[in-house]
């Protein structure tokens, strides 16, 4: 029944999700779903010390509602995707 409720608040945007994000290497990690914002809070140090034993620094928690597209982001696709929309505004 739990994994149908997180299912059902994930489709309606409502579910949490752990947002991590990190200076070096320049990226957004997101955990989740989760039921409630006490469930991810609760599990949020095991994500942190995975990305500590890989060597993340500069590490930023933030737990919100939302509905990522992707669950890891790297900085270097961002800054490509940002000037191809500045290449189509300006044509």
Same mark, same amino acid.
């Given at each position: 029944m739990s994994n149908l409720w997180v299912n059902f608040l994930q489709v309606l945007g409502l579910a949490w999700w752990i947002e991590i994000t990190t200076e070096f290497p320049h990226c957004t990690y997101y955990f989740g779903p989760f039921a409630s914002e006490q469930e991810a809070r609760a599990e949020k140090r095991g994500y942190i010390e995975d990305l500590e034993q890989e060597g993340a620094q500069g590490i930023i928690v933030t737990i919100k509602r939302c509905k990522?597209? &992707?669950?890891?982001?790297? /900085?270097? /696709? &961002?800054?490509?995707?940002?000037r191809d929309s500045s290449r189509l505004l300006s044509a």
């Open positions: 990522p597209d &992707n669950l890891t982001v790297y /900085e270097e /696709e &961002n800054e490509v995707n940002r």
